[in-house]
């Protein structure tokens, strides 16, 4: 079983810049394609971008290009989400996923574990 435990949410203006953390508690992170998603209230869940286990790969959404930045540290088991020049409508509950296998997924199906969620909220 894959614990994740997301952190770095919080209330920021447009404009601004806000880290997210996934921590996770499997033995081969390494071996784990991650992601983030986010959900905002009535809608449904989206992705926002992807990296493959040795980070050697990632993908982004269309909304989040040259904004967004995914990145992982193997040695200490985490994923990050470095998001820049925040818009309102990035505001939403923030997910990371572990899939067991090392390749990329866009589509929250192939996820096999996720972490309860951090909110993010931007003010315009």
């Known amino acids: 079983q894959v614990q994740l435990v997301e952190s770095g949410g919080g209330l920021v203006q447009a404009g601004g810049s806000l880290r997210l953390s996934c921590t996770s508690s499997?033995?081969?992170?390494?071996?784990?394609?991650m992601a983030w998603f986010r959900q905002a209230p009535g809608k449904e869940r989206d992705f926002v971008a992807t990296?493959?286990?040795?980070?050697?790969?990632?993908s982004y959404a269309d909304s989040v290009k040259g904004r967004f930045t995914i990145s992982r540290d193997n040695a200490k088991n985490t994923v990050y989400l470095q998001m820049n020049s925040l818009k309102p409508e990035d505001t939403a509950v923030y997910y990371c996923?572990?899939?067991?296998?090392?390749?990329?997924?866009?589509?929250?199906?192939?996820?096999?574990?996720w972490g309860q969620g951090t909110q993010v909220t931007v003010s315009s």
């Open positions: 990296i493959s286990g040795s980070g050697s790969t990632t």
């Open positions: 996923a572990a899939r067991l296998r090392k390749v990329v997924g866009v589509t929250p199906h192939v996820y096999d574990y």
């Open positions: 499997g033995r081969t992170f390494s071996s784990y394609g």
